[in-house]
């Protein structure tokens, strides 16, 4: 059975730090590309991360948090963490993780949240001004 748990999201204050882990089981780690994605409320769900473990660690970062989010695998966990730094408020969301065996090889973004197969349940990060 395909499980992944977010965890780590909390309050914290504008320019602050939240470290997110995804922990997996009951798939190739190895072979997976693991997304991170973000729901404001009344908003629809967006990428906000993503890493190929099977294309040497392949990345990509949308607009908004290019250079203060950095994505990371732990193979030996299974475990994919989104370290964020310089938080802002309107990173306040429900961060969710999900995988899907694609490569990011000939892609130039993440792929769409449909083309997922299977999710975490969310973790709340808010951040206060």
């Known amino acids: 059975e395909v499980q992944l748990q977010a965890s780590g999201g909390g309050l914290v204050q504008a320019g602050g730090s939240l470290r997110l882990s995804c922990a997996t089981s009951g798939f190739n780690f190895g072979e997976h590309t693991i997304g991170w994605f973000r729901q404001a409320p009344g908003k629809e769900r967006e990428g906000v991360s993503c890493?190929?473990?099977?294309?040497?660690?392949?990345?990509y970062y949308s607009k908004s948090v290019k250079g203060r989010f950095t994505i990371s695998s732990d193979t030996a966990k299974n475990t994919v963490n989104l370290q964020m730094d310089s938080l802002k408020p309107e990173d306040t969301a429900v961060y969710y993780c999900?995988?899907?065996?694609?490569?990011?090889?000939?892609?130039?973004?993440?792929?769409?949240?449909?083309?997922?197969?299977?999710w975490g349940q969310g973790t709340q990060v808010t951040v206060s001004s």
């Open positions: 890493i190929d473990n099977d294309e040497g660690g392949l990345t």
């Open positions: 999900a995988e899907v065996p694609l490569s990011l090889y000939s892609r130039t973004w993440c792929p769409a949240p449909d083309e997922f197969n299977s």
